[in-house]
């Protein structure tokens, strides 16, 4: 069982950025693949970003291309989400999720494919 606590999130104007972070418990976060997914009020959660065990192999929902990075720190249990040039459309609370998979290019879009969920943390962007 792992435990994720995401931070980051608030209040920003459109245009600003945000970084989210997401802290692991425990000692196997090297061998899990992270995804960023985000929910708006009456809206299915989303995929937002994903990244293997490595590292090595990122990517991004086509809603937030080039405005956003993915990336971990393994040595600190940590996955963290940029998001820059942040538009009112973004508002929504953001899940960080983990896979424990032996694969370690894999990197995951799909809500099933992660088993640990974190609480969320809210993103409300102003026009």
């Known amino acids: 069982q792992v435990q994720l606590v995401e931070s980051g999130g608030g209040l920003v104007q459109a245009g600003g950025s945000l970084r989210l972070s997401c802290v692991a418990s425990?000692?196997?976060?090297?061998?899990?693949?992270l995804g960023w997914f985000r929910q708006a009020p009456g809206k299915e959660r989303e995929y937002v970003a994903a990244?293997?065990?490595?590292?090595?192999?990122?990517r991004s929902a086509d809603s937030v291309k080039g405005r956003s990075a993915i990336s971990r720190d393994n040595a600190k249990n940590t996955v963290y989400l940029q998001m820059n040039s942040l538009k009112p459309e973004d508002t929504a609370v953001y899940y960080c999720?983990?896979?424990?998979?032996?694969?370690?290019?894999?990197?995951?879009?799909?809500?099933?494919?992660?088993?640990?969920w974190g609480q969320g943390t809210q993103v409300t962007v102003s026009s």
């Open positions: 999720a983990a896979n424990p998979t032996p694969d370690i290019s894999g990197a995951y879009s799909l809500k099933d494919e992660y088993r640990y």
């Open positions: 425990g000692r196997t976060f090297s061998t899990y693949a």
């Open positions: 990244i293997s065990r490595s590292g090595a192999i990122r």
